[in-house]
């Protein structure tokens, strides 16, 4: 099993910055550097919106929400990856979890059991 815990939410006013990061752990015989990783932001009912992933060669790729905005990145030797947000909105505000999975995370809405792992979530709030 991956363990995921994030680290970095907090309260910002609008037009501020966070750095989010979540740590990956796992038994050996996982591979952490393979994997995908990335975020989703909590969305309606029990879905929930992609907003960043990068793969085992340092692709990313972003949601609509967060071009142009957020950077996400990856220590490979640490097994972090990073969530850079930057000129942030009240939009913006939710409970953030990192993800990992074997297989391309999609950025777009979606239900928990479609990717492999998650973090419990970090709270961001961004006030007007």
């Known amino acids: 099993q991956v363990q995921l815990v994030e680290s970095g939410g907090g309260a910002v006013q609008s037009g501020g910055s966070l750095r989010l990061a979540c740590r990956a752990s796992a038994p050996s015989g996982y591979t952490l550097k393979d994997y995908y990783m990335g975020w989703f932001r909590q969305g309606p009912g029990n879905l929930r919106d992609g907003v960043a992933s990068i793969d085992s060669e340092g692709k990313t790729k972003y949601g609509d929400s967060a071009k142009g905005r957020f950077t996400i990145s990856r220590d490979f030797d640490k097994h972090i990856h990073y969530l850079q947000m930057e000129d942030l909105e009240p939009e913006d505000t939710g409970l953030y979890y990192c993800?990992?999975?074997?297989?391309?995370?999609?950025?777009?809405?979606?239900?928990?059991?479609?990717?492999?792992?998650w973090g419990p979530g970090t709270q961001v709030t961004v006030s007007s």
């Open positions: 993800v990992a999975d074997w297989e391309a995370i999609p950025m777009s809405r979606v239900r928990r059991n479609e990717i492999g792992y």
